[in-house]
């Protein structure tokens, strides 16, 4: 089983692929990017195995995710059909979209981490331990007089 860093950088490592193969190989079916969350958290948790198998390493890969998102769309510019000319030098325009900025980046960390988590887990339910067996090695405990 492969560590925690391992398996979030593994499973973001194949996040990206899919939406590259989404976006630019096979455009016309337009997979939306919460089911590849998903999906990514899903990995993330099952490849941690024993050492971290539940739904944490599966929010971290979902936030991990959000991040680089993040990062891609601040830096890309937007393609406006229009001429802003109306727009002046004003600080409370700006600092309203420097709200608004944060605001989004939470709630896009906070809905990605979800659905890493929900991903997550989908996994332990799957590749977890069972109930039973767990019942079993904590009462084979013996007992002190």
């Known amino acids: 089983m492969a560590s925690l860093e391992t398996s979030v950088f593994v499973s973001v490592l ?9 976006y630019l190989i ?13 999906f990514t958290g899903f ?20 936030g991990v ?6 990062l891609v769309k601040f830096f890309t510019p937007p393609t406006l059909t229009f ?12 600092f309203e979209g420097f709200i608004y900025l944060i605001l989004g980046f939470v709630i896009s ?7 890493g988590a929900f991903g997550g887990m989908i996994a332990q339910e799957l590749f977890g331990p ?7 090695q904590g009462n084979s405990k013996p007992l002190r007089n």
């Open 43 to 62: 990995i993330a948790s099952a490849m941690a195995g024993s050492e971290g198998n539940n739904y944490r390493v599966g929010g971290i890969a979902g």
């Open 130 to 136: 069972d109930e039973k067996e767990r019942d079993k």
């Open 26 to 38: 096979l455009p016309t079916l337009l997979v939306t990017v919460l089911p590849i969350v998903v």
């Open 14 to 22: 194949i996040a990206l692929i899919l939406i590259f193969v989404d």
């Open 109 to 115: 960390l906070a809905i990605f981490m979800l659905l």
């Open 65 to 70: 995710l959000a991040v680089l998102f993040f």
């Open 83 to 94: 001429n802003l000319y109306g727009l002046d030098f004003n600080v409370f325009l700006m």
